[in-house]
Every structure is written in structure tokens, then in C-alpha cells.
């Protein structure tokens, strides 16, 4: 018996199919997965046996092998054009076997493939640790958003009445022919933008917060001027560093003045309020 390796992992037993040439073909059944490892047959010229493992399927495979595989004693080895034999085999000297003496045709006991090993498991990527040395950036306070919508509001026109969530306004009496903010619109606008409901009066607004004293004053602060020992008369957002950013006056737009400097608003400061 003569054992063909196939490839893929198998081998397999082969028998002789009588041949009138120095050639001899061969069968063999081979699982069908592995059948591109073999010569390979046209659609519908396969054919295919039981599998003794339920759920696979088996090819049947004709091969031709070179004189040198398949020589026999007896066996023609050349032929003339009538099939006929003109020159008999060189006999060699093999042990008894099936496979030189009963060339027959009989089904190949085919040797399955072992399964290969399953590959190792990868182990999963660690999760990248965060860079200590990249800080996320805070989330802004409310004040903070507050003074970042009144920033982009400056050189917005003083109007007298003037101003609202949704923006500048026009105002009334002598501001009802400019659209911008008075005082008290500019930061119930920029308060608004953090989520923060103000009235649109100056005394009213010096009442809805907690009071702050000025050594603890933060970014969007309101700070409040004038009035005597009534309702304040004006209101600014503080931005930091003794700076305030208001509408000041009619003729005026919204600017930022340091008013911890300045003689008047020193004199006239009644205090700050924290909205919210």
C-alpha cells in the first residue's frame, strides 16, 4: 500500500485504476474542504461518497502518477497507437501487496486531518492610563459664562431701556431710537447666557443674589454704584483685577473701566451681589 500526502494535514491510501500507458491513475476520497489541494475538477464532474463523520462531505479524486510511481511486473510502460503494448515493463522487485498486483478500482481509506490547536487567546489592550501631564480643562462657572457673553457685547450701544436675553433692544424715552443695552439690560443678558433669570431694574437686581464683599469678589459679579441709601442707580459685571464691564451712559457703548481705581465709582460703590 502506498500512502500520498495531500497536504492540509492528511494522508491518504492509494489504489490503481489500469492504464494502457506508462502512467497509472489513482482514486482517492478526500474530505471536500481540502479538495482545491488536489487536481481540480470541473462543476458536476466531482464525485462525492458517505462520510463516515456525520455533517461532512467527501470528493472523490482521480490522480495520474508517473511510471516511476506505478510500475508493476507486467505492466506496459509504452504503447502503440492501437492501445497495444510495444514494449514491456522493466519488472522491479516489490513485496506482495494489492496495490501491484489487483489493479482494481475500491475506495481510498482516507486518514482525517487532526484539528489544528486553538490559537492562544491575545490578551486584551490595556486601557491607556490619561497623560498626569494633560489637564482637562474646568468646566466655566456661571459667572465666568456670564462675563464671556457680556465681553462680546462690547461697544454695543447705551440705549435707555435697552436690552434682553435675547440681546440688544431699543430702548424707550430717549433711548427708543437705539437698539443696545442700559445697565441693568447688559447683565440680565450676560446672566441669562448662564442660565440665570434677573429683573431689568438695578434695585431689583441688587436684591436677587447673595451679597459679597468686595476682598471676595469673582468673575461675574455684579457691582452696584449710586443711589445714597436708596435703590442702587447703576450696575457693573466685574471681570477681575478691580475691572468692570457696563453700559455706562446714553452717547456711550458697553466698555470696561477699572473702577477700583477711579475716584468716582470708589466714592459711590455700594456693594456686590453673586446671582443664582
Not at 492528511?10 to 487536481?39: D, R
Not at 459664562?145 to 440681546?167: D, E, H, I, N, V
Not at 448662564?194 to 459679597?212: K, P
Amino acid at each position: 500500500m502506498m500512502w500520498l500526502t495531500l497536504g492540509g494535514g492528511f494522508l491518504a491510501t492509494l489504489s490503481t485504476v489500469p492504464a494502457p500507458t506508462a502512467e497509472c491513475q489513482v482514486v482517492i476520497t478526500i474530505p471536500a474542504a481540502y479538495a482545491h489541494l488536489v487536481v481540480p475538477q470541473p462543476p458536476g464532474q466531482e464525485s462525492v461518497a458517505p462520510s463516515r463523520s456525520p455533517g461532512t462531505r467527501e470528493v472523490k479524486r482521480v490522480i495520474t502518477l508517473p511510471a516511476e510511481a506505478c510500475a508493476r511486473s507486467g505492466h506496459p510502460t509504452t504503447a502503440g497507437p492501437d492501445g497495444a503494448p510495444t514494449k514491456p515493463a522493466q519488472a522491479r522487485s516489490h513485496p506482495p501487496h494489492p496495490w501491484w498486483t489487483t489493479p482494481k478500482l475500491e475506495w481510498i481509506t482516507t486518514i482525517k486531518p487532526t484539528p489544528p490547536e486553538p490559537a492562544p487567546e491575545r490578551p486584551a489592550k490595556p486601557t491607556p492610563k490619561p497623560d498626569p501631564g494633560t489637564k482637562r480643562t474646568p468646566k466655566p462657572t456661571r459667572g465666568e459664562a456670564a462675563a464671556t457673553a457680556a465681553l462680546a457685547r462690547l461697544g454695543t450701544p447705551f440705549s435707555w431701556g435697552g436690552g434682553a436675553p435675547s440681546g440688544p433692544t431699543r430702548g424707550i424715552g430717549r433711548g427708543a431710537n437705539t437698539i443696545g443695552f442700559d445697565c441693568s439690560g447688559l447683565t440680565l443678558y450676560a446672566w441669562s447666557k448662564a442660565g440665570v433669570t434677573l429683573g431689568h431694574y438695578t434695585g431689583t437686581q441688587f436684591r436677587q443674589g447673595r451679597r459679597v464683599a468686595l476682598s471676595d469678589l469673582r468673575k461675574g459679579d455684579l457691582v452696584f454704584f449710586g443711589g445714597g441709601n436708596g435703590d442702587p442707580t447703576h450696575v457693573g459685571l466685574y471681570l477681575g483685577n478691580g475691572i468692570m464691564i457696563h453700559a455706562p451712559k446714553t452717547g456711550d457703548v458697553v466698555k470696561k473701566t477699572q473702577f477700583l481705581k477711579s475716584s468716582y465709582y470708589r466714592s459711590t460703590y455700594r456693594g456686590a451681589v453673586r446671582p443664582g
